[in-house]
């Protein structure tokens, strides 16, 4: 993993980009995470993801969140 400094702050570079989850746009982490917390433990979404120069659409099956995180 790189990871690139832009003033105080270090980004991390590499992995995949979610770009929409079940069709919906993306815009932000929070985004991503109130629209995963709408959806039960057990339910599939489908995240369009970036990865490597490729558009990609995988099938991902909800679990229930650990309480420690």
């Avoid at 991503?32 to 979404?45: C, D, L, R, W």
């Amino acid at each position: 993993t790189q990871t690139l400094q832009i003033g105080n702050r270090e980004i991390l570079l590499g992995g995949d980009i979610i770009l929409s989850i079940d069709g919906q746009r993306v815009a932000s982490a929070d985004a991503f995470i109130h629209t995963i917390e709408s959806k039960p433990p057990g339910q599939t979404i489908r995240l369009k993801i970036w990865r490597e120069g490729k558009t990609l659409e995988i099938p991902v099956i909800l679990k229930e969140r650990p309480e420690n995180l």
